[in-house]
């Protein structure tokens, strides 16, 4: 049995759901001590003047407010957050763009697992960015930057600094206005469904542009976008009809 490593705290309102995640963590994931259990925002916030754990397993929507509340009230925390919910789109939204671990409800022994696995690996300096532009995405209701994680570090970008996404096999390349590229190991569909609909279209099952970053339309060769940078990305032909639509309605 492996040693025990970390310690934590569970926020949850419902005692079923503070028992069972306790109960498998204790089956699965010995390597973590559960030292403590609060039923909402106070009483987590009171537990977490008294204990220092390393990890809080925390509830999103709670009676007497959310798990972003809870944070709020925490300065520079220093442990790492696994938010346990129920389905909430706003929510799982903000925790993708932030790159924030989340399980959902009825937990999944693998999700457990693989957050688990996540939480060694993350620098406090990193913690600590997720957790700020998660807050503002929550009060703001908005998704300004997106945390993409590479094989060299976690990189937050400005929505606005995306020209376009282009798919590999299973990865996707983000070309950005300063010319630099990042490869994520995730699909586009996986960006996709996150980018804001509203920004970002897939005008071909290869590529997915920033409208903002569009230069010009060419009818060339079936139809073309000239991006910022010189970049021709093609249209495909069931696309057309509705990339006109929103540039006629956006943008003329």
Do not use: W
């Not at 407010?65 to 300065?75: A, E, Q, S, W, Y």
């Not at 932030?98 to 993350?122: C, F, G, M, Q, W």
């Not at 590479?150 to 606005?160: K, P, Q, R, V, Y």
């Amino acid at each position: 049995m492996p040693a025990i490593k970390l310690s934590a705290v569970i926020v949850d309102d419902e005692a079923q759901s503070r028992q069972t995640l306790e109960t498998l963590l204790e089956e699965y994931c010995p390597q973590i001590k559960i030292i403590g259990n609060a039923d909402g925002v106070l009483s987590g916030y009171r537990l977490l003047q008294t204990v220092s754990p390393d990890v809080v397993f925390l509830d999103v929507e709670m009676p007497d407010g959310t798990g972003f509340d809870l944070l709020k009230k925490i300065r520079s925390p220093k442990f790492h957050v696994v938010f346990c919910t129920a389905y909430d789109e706003f929510a799982i939204k903000a925790f993708q763009f932030n790159a924030i671990d989340y399980i959902l409800k009825p937990i999944d022994i693998d999700e457990l697992l693989r957050a688990v696995h996540k939480i060694s690996a993350t620098t406090t300096q990193v913690r600590n960015d997720r957790f700020t532009n998660l807050l503002y995405s929550n009060e703001s209701k908005r998704f300004d930057k997106i945390a993409l994680s590479s094989n060299d570090g976690l990189h937050f970008i400005a929505l606005e600094d995306i020209i376009r996404l282009e798919s590999f096999a299973n990865y996707t390349t983000f070309h950005l206005v300063s010319g630099d590229k990042i490869t994520i190991a995730k699909t586009l569909k996986n960006f996709d469904l996150l980018l804001p609909d509203e920004q970002f279209f897939r005008p071909h099952q290869s590529h997915i542009i920033n409208l903002k970053q569009v230069k010009k339309i060419l009818r060339e060769d079936g139809g073309y976008l000239v991006m910022q940078g010189e970049d021709k990305i093609p249209i495909s032909r069931s696309k057309k009809e509705k990339l006109f639509e929103i540039v006629k309605t956006r943008f003329l």
